[in-house]
């Protein structure tokens, strides 16, 4: 979306749209356009796929795009990454946040304090020049993100000599009035205290008052300015005192004050610095273990070239010890790898022939050729990358409360130090007690601890949670995940093993088991589905030639259908048959049987011209993961309800259910049915979480509160989840909930304090009990100490690492 043109009434814009295909198409978008408020003209181009239109600048970006979404079209939009110069607290976010939205095309923007970036979601058209100069408008600077990052690597830790220069500056200004307490007056002359406090003040503290500036000028209010008056106050009642004493060893200055404040802010926005970069540790690692080389056989030799270079389908030799570099399969070779920091599993994971590896994992003591079957962004350590990264810049829920308070926080600070001023001039009449008062409020209000109390808890435990194996995506399910009080599993994949095995073939009268394994191999031959592997191995032990198959088509939550020789042929659940009205006849006293030991039933159909007949049935065998045991017993003691949702038939389910010891079993469902029941735990009050793997469970990853995929499935139902487990392993579910809550704590304690700090210390410093010294350390130790506890996160480890 662009503006081409500003008027004074209108803007003119261009809207890319998707999905138009003939002029129909076009009078639909334009009808919808055109009966929002606001707009005045619309033309739509079905070459150009694009909408030009002509609106008031009052109407919203996202309302343009909700009516062309909800005439069945959509529109080009685009992800934005800012890194954002010159912010200092929350009051700063809101600022930028603000002037983001107001840009035409933007549709939301979040900006994060912790990582000083801003993730801007726009339709197609906005350019990084035009955001950057609301920016710009705003009081502060940007630059992309990719730029950053290079500087970054350079620049392992913040600058520490502002600090150091500005505490030797003001050590002679303090440490006399410590030693005046035990008798000893080694005060400098008066004028020694300006020089030094003038270094102080305008070198060092010069920061302030740029980024002060910049806030006036905006009309806004943030720490910079806050800290800039107090301390310019200060600095200017102490240079008055010293031009009325007459120089020499006037007392009653205040320099230290003003010069011990910068020095504290300083010192205190130096430590965040450096503990905020601690919470990106995560992403850090992740970034350190991507290989930039490898080795590709080209003709028969090893041919070292980037990793940007590697195509799919190339074949990269591993030795023993090297960073595997790209996703693939191993083709020759057998060995372990180390995949901690990818799925965090301790152990190294054994990997021969057909085994699939992941870049970024170590290769033990075996030389592997792997072929390449993911490269760059689509390796699962770019994902993973991704993954994390687009959790941290999420804003949760519970800091939007923040964001209101810090919207009129400055402002009313500002009030507060007036009325304070005010009321000791009326209290005492002396001008000078009372403004020093009045600027112990200013220096002690900092909204920094607000803004950073949410976004560093999040960061450090979305970076702990991916070394354990867990992938937030985003911070919505973080937050929501230590509330759960439900908990759905499916069965094949989650807590079984997933690798059934075919443990009975029992064919229909006239039917020889050869025959009905040939159809069934033939239907499956072509499906991912765990049973399809149990059929497929089955047929190769036995060296069995399947059937030529045509017309394959999946029936969702039933089976499969194909034709095979001619003829209709059906392999699915007992739902299948049992909709073809099918009588089972003797083969069904044997599938009760069969599913009485907990056996997986699929049944193989002939469809005749209007009814099926019966061909055989054959019964598969699962294994309980070892891990389920444990997650349900630890759920079982944490209170929280679990269900299994499963396609399966009813006796299998109801015996692993009652082997692990699972509260409520809902068997023979559809993927529909699935989400269903899931609406219906909500509806009666449950805080739900779905677990699931597979395709089928995508939609009740999306109706659940919090979605959590198993890696080991499909990438569909990792889209569709919130939350990622990198290995099948059922305890993770828990850990997941353990550090949402350790998390969510971490946030709860860091805004008490936040607010707590200001709550406290305002009242205090109006009422003349905070010297601007002691406000500036409490100001300064709020923002430390609310970051070093949402630190504290990175010492957790999940139960099933331990």
Same mark, same amino acid.
């Given at each position: 979306?662009?503006?081409?043109?500003?008027?004074?009434?209108?803007?003119?814009?261009?809207?890319?749209?998707?999905?138009?295909n003939?002029?129909?198409?076009?009078?639909?978008?334009?009808?919808?356009?055109?009966?929002?408020?606001?707009?005045?003209?619309v033309?739509?181009?079905?070459?150009?796929?694009?909408?030009?239109?002509?609106?008031?600048?009052?109407?919203?970006?996202?309302?343009?795009?909700?009516?062309?979404?909800?005439?069945?079209?959509?529109?080009?939009?685009?992800?934005?990454?800012?890194?954002i110069?010159?912010?200092?607290?929350?009051?700063?976010?809101?600022?930028?946040?603000?002037?983001?939205?107001?840009?035409?095309?933007?549709?939301?923007?979040?900006?994060?304090?912790?990582?000083?970036?801003?993730?801007?979601?726009?339709l197609?058209?906005?350019?990084?020049?035009?955001?950057?100069?609301?920016?710009?408008?705003?009081? @502060?600077?940007?630059?992309p993100?990719?730029?950053?990052?290079?500087?970054?690597?350079?620049?392992?830790?913040?600058?520490?000599?502002?600090?150091?220069?500005?505490a030797?500056?003001?050590?002679?200004?303090?440490?006399?009035?410590?030693?005046?307490?035990?008798?000893?007056?080694?005060?400098?002359?008066?004028w020694?205290?300006?020089?030094?406090?003038?270094?102080?003040?305008?070198?060092?503290?010069?920061?302030f008052?740029?980024?002060?500036? /910049?806030?006036?000028?905006?009309?806004a209010?943030?720490?910079?300015?806050?800290?800039?008056?107090?301390?310019?106050?200060?600095?200017g009642?102490?240079?008055?005192?010293?031009?009325?004493g007459?120089?020499?060893?006037?007392?009653?200055? @205040?320099?230290?004050?003003?010069?011990a404040?910068?020095?504290?802010?300083?010192?205190?926005?130096?430590?965040?610095?450096?503990?905020?970069?601690?919470?990106?540790d995560?992403?850090?690692?992740?970034?350190?273990?991507?290989?930039?080389?490898?080795?590709?056989?080209?003709?028969?030799?090893?041919?070292?070239?980037?990793?940007?270079?590697?195509?799919?389908?190339?074949?990269?030799?591993?030795?023993?010890?090297?960073?595997?570099?790209?996703?693939?399969?191993?083709?020759?070779?057998?060995?372990?790898?180390?995949?901690?920091?990818?799925?965090g599993?301790?152990?190294?994971?054994?990997?021969?022939?057909?085994d699939?590896?992941?870049?970024?994992?170590?290769?033990?003591?075996?030389?592997?050729?792997?072929?390449?079957?993911?490269?760059?962004?689509?390796?699962?350590l770019?994902?993973?990358?991704?993954?994390?990264?687009?959790?941290?810049?999420?804003?949760?829920?519970?800091?939007?409360?923040?964001?209101?308070?810090?919207?009129?926080?400055?402002?009313?600070?500002?009030?507060?130090?007036?009325?304070?001023?005010?009321?000791?001039?009326? @209290?005492?009449?002396?001008?000078?007690?009372?403004?020093?008062?009045a600027?112990?409020?200013?220096?002690?209000?900092?909204?920094?601890?607000l803004?950073?109390?949410?976004?560093?808890?999040?960061?450090?435990?979305?970076?702990?949670?991916?070394?354990?194996?867990?992938?937030?995506?985003?911070?919505?399910?973080?937050?929501?995940?230590?509330?759960?009080?439900?908990?759905?599993?499916?069965?094949?994949?989650?807590?079984?093993?997933?690798?059934?095995?075919?443990?009975?073939?029992?064919p229909?009268?006239?039917?020889?088991?050869?025959?009905?394994?040939?159809?069934?191999?033939g239907l499956?031959?072509?499906?991912e589905?765990?049973?399809?592997?149990?059929?497929?191995?089955?047929?190769?032990?036995?060296?069995?030639?399947?059937?030529?198959?045509?017309?394959?088509?999946?029936?969702?939550?039933?089976?499969i259908?194909?034709?095979?020789?001619?003829?209709?042929?059906?392999l699915?659940?007992?739902?299948?048959?049992?909709?073809?009205?099918?009588?089972p006849?003797?083969?069904?006293?044997?599938?009760?049987a069969?599913?009485?030991?907990? /056996?997986?039933?699929s049944?193989?159909?002939?469809?005749?011209?209007?009814?099926?007949?019966?061909?055989?049935?054959?019964?598969?065998?699962?294994?309980?993961?070892?891990?389920? @045991?444990?997650?349900?017993?630890?759920?079982?003691?944490?209170?929280? /309800?679990?269900?299994?949702?499963?396609?399966?038939?009813?006796?299998?389910?109801?015996?692993?259910?009652?082997?692990?010891?699972?509260?409520?079993?809902?068997?023979?469902?559809?993927?529909?049915?699935?989400?269903t029941?899931?609406?219906?735990?909500?509806?009666?009050?449950?805080?739900?979480?779905?677990?699931g793997?597979?395709?089928?469970d995508?939609?009740?990853?999306?109706?659940?509160?919090?979605?959590?995929?198993?890696?080991?499935?499909?990438?569909?139902?990792?889209?569709?989840?919130?939350i990622?487990?990198?290995?099948?392993?059922?305890?993770?579910?828990?850990?997941?909930?353990?550090?949402?809550?350790?998390?969510?704590?971490?946030? /709860?304690?860091?805004?008490?304090?936040?607010?707590?700090y200001?709550?406290?210390?305002?009242?205090?410093?109006?009422?003349?009990?905070l010297?601007?010294?002691?406000?500036?350390?409490?100001?300064?130790?709020?923002?430390?100490?609310?970051?070093?506890?949402?630190?504290?996160?990175?010492?957790?480890?999940?139960?099933?690492?331990?």
């Amino acid at each position: 979306m662009v503006p081409s043109s500003v008027s004074s009434s209108a803007l003119e814009l261009r809207l890319g749209i998707v999905g138009m295909n003939c002029a129909s198409c076009v009078s639909r978008v334009e009808k919808a356009l055109k009966h929002l408020t606001g707009v005045t003209e619309v033309s739509v181009n079905l070459a150009t796929e694009e909408a030009s239109l002509k609106t008031m600048p009052e109407v919203p970006a996202g309302d343009l795009a909700e009516a062309v979404r909800k005439a069945g079209y959509d529109v080009m939009t685009q992800s934005v990454e800012l890194q954002i110069d010159g912010m200092s607290c929350d009051s700063c976010v809101g600022r930028v946040e603000k002037a983001l939205s107001k840009v035409p095309g933007v549709l939301s923007a979040s900006v994060n304090l912790a990582t000083e970036k801003a993730t801007v979601a726009a339709l197609s058209g906005v350019t990084f020049a035009t955001l950057a100069a609301a920016i710009g408008k705003a009081g @502060y600077s940007a630059k992309p993100v990719s730029a950053t990052q290079q500087e970054a690597a350079h620049k392992q830790i913040p600058e520490w000599w502002p600090v150091a220069a500005s505490a030797l500056l003001t050590l002679p200004l303090v440490a006399p009035m410590l030693l005046q307490i035990v008798g000893f007056d080694l005060m400098p002359d008066g004028w020694v205290q300006l020089a030094l406090a003038t270094l102080v003040q305008f070198w060092l503290g010069w920061r302030f008052y740029r980024a002060g500036w /910049k806030a006036v000028k905006a009309r806004a209010g943030n720490m910079d300015l806050l800290v800039c008056l107090g301390t310019s106050a200060a600095y200017g009642l102490s240079v008055y005192q010293l031009i009325q004493g007459g120089g020499g060893h006037a007392h009653h200055l @205040y320099f230290e004050a003003s010069a011990a404040v910068i020095t504290l802010v300083l010192l205190g926005k130096w430590l965040e610095a450096r503990a905020k970069r601690q919470t990106a540790d995560a992403i850090r690692a992740l970034n350190a273990i991507r290989p930039s080389i490898a080795r590709v056989l080209v003709d028969g030799h090893e041919v070292s070239m980037s990793v940007e270079q590697i195509a799919i389908g190339d074949l990269v030799v591993v030795r023993p010890g090297e960073r595997i570099s790209v996703d693939g399969e191993v083709v020759s070779g057998q060995s372990h790898a180390d995949e901690a920091l990818i799925t965090g599993e301790s152990l190294p994971v054994s990997k021969s022939v057909g085994d699939k590896v992941s870049g970024g994992s170590v290769n033990g003591e075996g030389l592997l050729h792997v072929r390449t079957g993911a490269v760059g962004a689509e390796t699962t350590l770019a994902r993973i990358i991704r993954m994390v990264e687009s959790a941290q810049a999420a804003k949760a829920p519970i800091q939007r409360i923040v964001d209101q308070v810090s919207a009129v926080f400055v402002p009313v600070v500002l009030v507060v130090a007036l009325l304070t001023f005010a009321g000791w001039m009326a @209290y005492s009449g002396n001008w000078e007690e009372a403004l020093i008062n009045a600027v112990a409020v200013l220096v002690i209000a900092c909204p920094c601890a607000l803004g950073l109390a949410t976004p560093t808890a999040i960061m450090a435990g979305t970076g702990v949670a991916a070394r354990q194996g867990i992938l937030i995506k985003d911070a919505e399910a973080l937050e929501i995940a230590h509330s759960v009080t439900a908990v759905a599993f499916d069965k094949t994949g989650t807590l079984t093993e997933g690798k059934p095995s075919l443990v009975s073939i029992e064919p229909a009268p006239g039917i020889s088991t050869e025959d009905v394994l040939r159809i069934a191999g033939g239907l499956q031959k072509a499906s991912e589905h765990p049973l399809a592997h149990a059929v497929l191995e089955k047929v190769r032990e036995l060296n069995i030639a399947v059937s030529e198959v045509s017309d394959a088509k999946a029936l969702p939550g039933r089976g499969i259908q194909a034709r095979v020789d001619g003829q209709l042929m059906l392999l699915g659940s007992t739902r299948l048959m049992q909709e073809h009205g099918v009588n089972p006849g003797q083969l069904g006293i044997r599938a009760a049987a069969l599913e009485s030991e907990g /056996k997986t039933i699929s049944w193989l159909l002939r469809q005749r011209d209007t009814s099926s007949e019966l061909v055989g049935l054959l019964a598969f065998g699962d294994t309980i993961k070892p891990s389920s @045991y444990l997650a349900i017993g630890r759920l079982r003691k944490l209170g929280i /309800k679990t269900v299994m949702l499963t396609g399966d038939n009813q006796g299998s389910a109801h015996v692993v259910a009652r082997e692990l010891g699972i509260d409520e079993v809902r068997a023979e469902l559809l993927p529909g049915d699935k989400a269903t029941i899931i609406q219906e735990l909500r509806d009666h009050g449950h805080v739900v979480a779905m677990v699931g793997d597979g395709l089928n469970d995508a939609p009740s990853l999306v109706a659940a509160d919090v979605g959590l995929s198993m890696s080991t499935g499909t990438d569909v139902a990792m889209e569709a989840a919130g939350i990622t487990l990198m290995r099948g392993d059922p305890r993770l579910v828990v850990d997941a909930f353990d550090v949402s809550r350790r998390t969510y704590s971490k946030i /709860k304690q860091g805004l008490f304090w936040a607010f707590a700090y200001n709550v406290l210390g305002i009242p205090l410093a109006a009422l003349g009990m905070l010297s601007p010294v002691v406000a500036g350390a409490a100001m300064a130790f709020s923002s430390v100490s609310v970051v070093t506890n949402a630190l504290l996160l990175r010492r957790w480890r999940g139960a099933a690492t331990k």
